[in-house]
């Protein structure tokens, strides 16, 4: 393991210059050239349940595996001839410049995988200026986000109805308060499912150690570092309304008593009036749905199956994107994850359609590999990626990459 890189909290800089990479990530390039090697160290490195809780679907992994297939096999033709150096990767959204069209999905309880990983991620994405979008159930709150990410911080939200939203409500308005730069409304959760490998793993809820994950803890000695000083994963958001001082126990059935339930687009239409920001409903597949959002007044909407984390049977996101951005038409920014693993792969979404890549297991792996260097490292294998392939295609911005042609033969039309 190499323990020098695992011990080194922060963040790296980013290969920002159009002249390319700096030395530091070619540097780290030999150890870790591409998200599939950061998986690869993130599998022999993390003890077991903390890789399968961020790594694994639901049932037998069979919609992770749909998401991969279909992204690889979208083909896109170069013509030469026309483009001089790197094209530049910056974007517009929602009246922010990022700096590249890649985002941190939102994630909830990412400690486990990796302790104070809402933190690192956070930084790092601040750091690279990228979305950083941070999940209702983080370690970390609103707040604390704010801090760590103050220009790029997102709020997620998951459903809690009781008392007239007095909770999801209040959420809004405080992220409205700290400057959060959108509020997203996960629909994709209408019940609870069950992630096979993280029951196999003995994970529950509220997490607590098995004496089988102690052992396996013990075989990690940088997880088992870093879980001595950051500690058990919690609650970031709850104090508020459950009590500052509840143990984690009485927090984790707190929260389920209060969430829960699918979101109705009357709902959505009610959050459109408490928060004044932009708006993206996540979880679409469904082109009418995009419709539907886009009639309730959102301003984006992000296609996502959760990354195959909730039902196995669903279509791959970008076999979807086409016809969702088809009934959108530009009347809303398109978003899109699930199963993005390179800077390719935002390039093929950004062809087809989106206006910004968010990822979830790729920065899970960038932090089970390096730790907290991890999400900085995997934010510049993906910008580096993606100029590179859009260097490679002859065009000159994403605008280009929408005009060439594209073979996408699993594409999946409503009609
Ligand atoms: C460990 C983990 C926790 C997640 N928690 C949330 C969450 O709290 N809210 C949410 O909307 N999506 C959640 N997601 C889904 C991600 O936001 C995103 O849709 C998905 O990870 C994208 O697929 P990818 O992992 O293949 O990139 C989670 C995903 C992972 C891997």
Same mark, same amino acid.
């Given at each position: 393991?190499?323990?020098?890189?695992?011990?080194?909290?922060?963040?790296q800089?980013?290969?920002?210059?159009?002249?390319g =990479?700096s030395?530091?990530?070619r540097?780290?390039?030999r150890?870790?050239p591409?998200i599939?090697h950061?998986?690869e160290?993130a599998?022999?490195?993390?003890?077991?349940?903390a890789?399968d809780?961020?790594?694994?679907?639901?049932?037998?992994?069979k919609g992770?595996?749909?998401?991969?297939?279909?992204?690889?096999a979208?083909e896109?033709? =170069?013509?030469y001839g026309v483009?001089k150096?790197? =094209?530049?990767?910056g974007v517009?959204l929602?009246?922010?410049?990022?700096?590249?069209p890649i985002?941190i999905?939102p994630?909830? @309880?990412?400690?486990?995988?990796?302790?104070h990983?809402d933190e690192?991620?956070?930084?790092?994405a601040?750091k690279a200026?990228?979305p950083y979008?941070?999940?209702t159930?983080?370690?970390m709150?609103i707040?604390?986000?704010?801090?760590?990410a103050?220009?790029v911080f997102w709020?997620?939200?998951?459903?809690?109805p009781r008392?007239?939203?007095?909770?999801?409500f209040?959420?809004?308005?405080r992220a409205?308060?700290v400057?959060?730069?959108a509020?997203?409304?996960t629909?994709?959760?209408p019940?609870r499912t069950?992630r096979?490998?993280?029951?196999?793993?003995?994970?529950? @809820?509220?997490?607590?150690?098995?004496?089988?994950m102690?052992?396996?803890?013990?075989?990690?000695?940088?997880?088992?570092?870093?879980f001595l000083?950051y500690?058990?994963?919690?609650?970031?958001n709850?104090?508020?309304?459950?009590g500052e001082?509840?143990s984690?126990?009485?927090m984790?059935?707190?929260?389920?008593?209060?969430s829960?339930?699918?979101?109705t687009?009357?709902?959505?239409?009610r959050?459109?009036d408490?928060?004044?920001?932009?708006l993206?409903?996540?979880g679409?597949?469904?082109?009418?749905d995009?419709?539907?959002?886009?009639?309730v007044?959102?301003?984006?909407?992000?296609? @996502?199956?959760h990354?195959g984390?909730?039902?196995e049977?669903?279509?791959?996101t970008?076999?979807?994107l086409?016809?969702v951005?088809a009934?959108?038409?530009?009347r809303?920014?398109?978003?899109?994850?699930?199963?993005v693993?390179s800077?390719?792969?935002?390039v093929?979404a950004m062809a087809?359609?989106?206006?910004?890549v968010?990822a979830g297991k790729?920065?899970?792996?960038?932090?089970?590999?390096?730790?907290?260097?991890?999400p900085?490292?995997t934010i510049?294998?993906?910008?580096?990626?993606?100029?590179?392939?859009?260097?490679?295609?002859?065009v000159?911005n994403?605008e280009e990459?929408?005009?060439v042609?594209?073979?996408h033969?699993?594409a999946f039309r409503?009609?």
């Open positions: 393991m190499n323990e020098k890189v695992m011990s080194a909290p922060g963040v800089t980013a290969p920002a210059t159009q002249a =990479p030395a530091e990530f540097e780290t390039l150890s870790y591409t599939y950061l998986r160290c599998r022999r490195r993390l003890p077991g349940f890789y809780a961020g790594d694994g679907g639901v049932g037998a992994d992770i595996q749909r998401n991969w297939n279909a992204l690889d979208v896109l033709m =170069p013509k483009t150096g790197l =094209p530049p990767t517009e929602f009246g922010h410049r990022y700096a590249a985002g999905a994630m909830g @309880s990412p400690g486990i995988v990796w302790p990983a690192f991620l956070a930084q790092a601040q200026n990228v979008n941070l999940s159930v983080s370690g709150s707040e604390e986000a704010a801090k760590h103050p220009d709020l997620q939200l998951y459903r809690f008392n007239e939203f007095a909770i999801g209040d959420l809004a308005r409205a308060a400057g959060a730069k509020l997203v409304i629909l994709d959760v019940v069950t096979t490998r993280e029951v196999l793993a003995g994970i529950s @809820s509220p997490f607590r150690f098995t004496p089988k102690i052992m396996q803890a013990l075989g990690s000695p940088s997880y088992c570092a870093s000083k500690g058990i994963p919690r609650f970031g709850f104090g508020k309304y459950a001082n509840v984690l126990n009485e984790s059935k707190f929260i389920q008593g209060e829960g339930g699918a979101f687009w009357e709902d959505v239409a959050y459109r408490v928060w004044k920001g932009p993206i409903v996540k679409i597949m469904h082109p009418e995009a419709e539907k959002a886009v009639s007044g959102c301003e984006g909407v992000q296609v @996502s199956n990354g984390r909730q039902i049977g669903l279509p791959a970008i076999d979807v086409p016809g951005a009934a959108v038409n530009g809303a920014k398109v978003l899109f994850d699930s199963g693993r800077g390719l792969d935002v093929r087809l359609g989106a206006d910004m968010l790729a920065f899970l792996w960038g932090l089970g590999a390096m730790g907290g260097d991890g900085g490292h510049d294998l993906f910008i580096d990626e993606m100029r590179a392939t859009l260097g490679q295609l002859g000159r994403f990459a929408r005009r042609p594209i073979r033969n699993t409503v009609s």
